[in-house]
């Protein structure tokens, strides 16, 4: 009785990608929807996903930006204005053909981004030097008409955020791009428990339209990288073409440099990839929607007992995301496995011994072990107890992606490593395009970023053995 | 010069509807878009809107509601199936019709308000009793292709959020319905210092495809009504075309009770409807994205008074949402015309005089007070003086409802008050829709409510003369 719960999860080890589904549906964060490509976010996952939102946008207030809201349509030939960025959406955009009976005059693209939108009124608004910086972000949803989806990873809508800002020079620009880029790390490594390496996107897998794709990669717990964040210099490529000039205070006029960033509710699926395990979920005390769940033990003292786990919550409340699971339909047994599979990272028990003695089981969803703590001791315990947790998450994480992070010297290795094992491949690189694209094309994996933190592993193109240039990242990825 | 900025805006009294226009482009609250009656919703206008939703969530927290997320978009046959419902939004629904190169098989509807697809996914979710009640809510965008559109009160794209429960009786709906409206009634006079009247809407004017709707009714400053939130008892009327039944405790399939309820954007537009006069904006101190602006008057000391400027800025901000404009290029009084024109509700003034007293001067927008206030005392004095001045708001606006608000007795009476002076009109009714109709096509003027707070100020139908059954107010609205 007491496994049946989990044992309908399948998993973890035997089908990685029936396991994430069955996690994401039975712990309840979302489900599908008769809409194709389009899922429900369930309250449990929008939780979630409202503690990241909270913890980011306050990065970005400190760092100067402002919110604002920019409309969901994009008339086709605003779109269609920067050529580079036209290609890179078209095939994935869905049009509004019909406003009530009547055909538009123009199709509406549903927007899959807002570069161009937002471009449009920048060249309204931004008029002199003193206008800039113009630093804006937007929380909203967008489409992409994707042809296989996969929950929080890959569907035709999804959440996100957009910076889009506009500077004065190039340098401010690459500054700005930068500065997105590590509030992105800091931001996953330390809310979201998730190690990740920064670094530069090659020219084929950058942005449409942008000057220089940055990127935080993460590591899946199958091995497969999850790009976690993007940060993008445009350069001037969408200033020329929608004319965002400004006078500087030379007295001429000038294009602006832009930079456009995001992070996505995929990140939910990074945590969830990163962290579940055959139980279930892992959720990182940080963002986890419920941080303490607690779970009386009735025994032959139901009052007593109900009664102390009530007066624990009023207690528990005003320092913590806490639930007590008062339920009389369900054994504590039956419980602990569906609180275990929600990935609540604390659970406390409370029965009839500890009632006698002052005290509560703790017990840890990353460990599984079981800690008797004084009432009097709760609160600052607890506090300690979730810093720990979210610490030894991230540490676990990182060692992972360490374990799974291998060099290759030439192309045979890179080839093995891919097709043998999982993870990451570091590896030197000539720079060209050709060499890129033969090792997508011979092993599926892609060239996920040149990190900031270079190692010269050799001088010579892992792929075409002449001189190499930099150290990258391969992978298989989402 | 120092009126020059002011005298860009239409006075109010002159034209209203170009004054509303005008406050909004120039205190930079929205903008046009590109996209034919969408807008764009700036920064400062944005950040109204976020205060505003912080408020509102935490009561819709407080009682029991949880966020989720759903599709944008809604299959036809979904959007079809209730069949009140569809005749009510589908002449102003945005179809998408492709997606990427290809054709849909089914046309999407970009949601115009959610009730179908999340009734499809209740269906899916509840099972027991138990499951009840489910208390959700959305923030998300909306479309409606309307054909003349006004900024914040009528556009194709708004900001909202919707509300949908489930419940196991029709009593356990209608306490829901009731419970919600006083939510709305309670934000919206207290935060928005708009007053409001409480009452049901009549056949004609219920949401479609409910059983009964709630409304809050606020007075615009050109008399005309605005529906400030609607709050909808659905009955079974989804239920049974969406099939949501539970087994309830007797052992007996039934379908579940509903309820929606929402407030938008368009309250952005009431805000500045009722409190703004001819100088432009006046926020709310609750809502207002600015609180207090300190503007320094360097005089012959500049740099002490702007040393002074910076410390009372990093002491307030703590306190409350201030800003300094230490900006060089505009003289104090340009910048007093344009902080009051974005209507902040205190402006701080510091020059040599207060320096050496260790005094400020502190501004009303409400009234023009101007009051000096020694450095000691500001915390608690400003405090206070928000108090008062979001209290003056309220009770201003009020007044204004209640001398604009004239009991009719005769059909002759009621036009001539619609045509010759402006607000709402008090009258009974008989209840009959055919009366109602031929006010709205007499006058122009809607039954806006059947207010709970009734009077017998008549035995008689002010239209038909028969027996009255309610006393109504009738007003052209928004
Ligand atoms: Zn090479
Ligand atoms: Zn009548």
Same sequence: chains 1, 2.
Avoid at 184 to 198: H, M, Q, T
Avoid at 235 to 247: E, N, R
Avoid at 281 to 286: E, F, G, I, M, Q
Wanted: glycine share 6%; hydrophobic share 35%.
């Amino acid at each position: 009785m007491e496994d049946k719960y989990v044992k309908e999860i399948t998993a973890k080890s035997e089908d990685f990608s029936q396991w994430y589904v069955d996690v994401i549906l039975k712990g309840e964060l979302a489900d599908y929807s008769p809409v194709r490509g389009c899922m429900v976010i369930r309250p449990y996952g929008y939780a979630l996903w409202e503690n990241m939102q909270k913890l980011l946008d306050r990065r970005f207030k400190e760092t100067g930006h402002k919110n604002a809201y920019f409309p969901l349509f994009i008339p086709e030939s605003l779109l269609k204005k920067e050529a580079e960025h036209v290609e890179g959406f078209a095939p994935e955009v869905a049009w509004v053909t019909h406003g009530g009976q009547e055909e538009l005059a123009e199709r509406l693209a549903v927007r899959p981004t807002s570069e161009t939108i937002i471009c449009s009124m920048y060249s309204k608004w931004i008029k002199s030097w003193r206008d800039l910086p113009v630093l804006i972000n937007q929380w909203c949803s967008v489409v992409r008409w994707e042809k296989s989806t996969k929950p929080f990873v890959r569907t035709a809508e999804f959440l996100w955020q957009e910076g889009h800002t506009a500077h004065r020079t190039e340098e401010d620009a690459e500054e700005e791009t930068l500065r997105m880029l590590e509030v992105y790390r800091d931001f996953v490594e330390n809310e979201l428990a998730l190690p990740v390496i920064k670094g530069r996107k090659s020219e084929n897998e950058k942005f449409a339209g942008a000057l220089r794709t940055y990127t935080i990669e993460a590591m899946m717990s199958d091995g497969k990288a999850l790009q976690a964040g993007t940060s993008h210099n445009l350069g001037q490529h969408f200033s020329k073409v929608f004319d965002i000039t400004f006078l500087d205070q030379d007295g001429k006029l000038k294009y602006v440099w832009q930079t456009s960033w995001g992070v996505t509710t995929r990140l939910i699926g990074a945590i969830i990839m990163t962290h579940g395990d055959d139980r279930g979920l892992k959720l990182p005390p940080r963002v986890a929607p419920i941080q303490v769940v607690i779970v009386p033990i009735f025994g032959q003292q139901k009052e007593e007992i109900l009664e102390k786990s009530r007066s624990l919550y009023q207690t528990l409340k005003d320092y913590f995301r806490v639930e007590l699971d008062d339920r009389d339909e369900y054994t504590p047994g039956w419980k602990f496995n569906e609180w275990e599979m929600k990935g609540v990272p604390v659970r406390l028990e409370i029965g009839p011994k500890d009632l006698a003695q002052n005290q509560v089981l703790l017990v840890r969803r990353d460990t599984g072990a079981k800690i008797s703590v004084k009432e009097a001791d709760l609160i600052p315990y607890l506090t300690g107890l979730l810093d720990d947790i979210q610490a030894n998450m991230f540490k676990e994480a990182r060692k992972f992606m360490e374990d799974n992070t291998r060099e290759a010297f030439n192309f045979e290795e890179l080839k093995n490593i891919i097709e043998n094992k999982k993870g990451f491949v570091k590896a030197m690189w000539c720079g060209s395009g050709e060499c890129e694209k033969r090792v997508k094309e011979e092993t599926g994996a892609t060239l996920r970023c040149i990190p900031f933190d270079q190692e010269q592993i050799s001088d010579k193109c892992v792929v075409c053995g002449k001189e190499a240039k930099k150290m990258v990242y391969f992978a298989k990825s989402y």
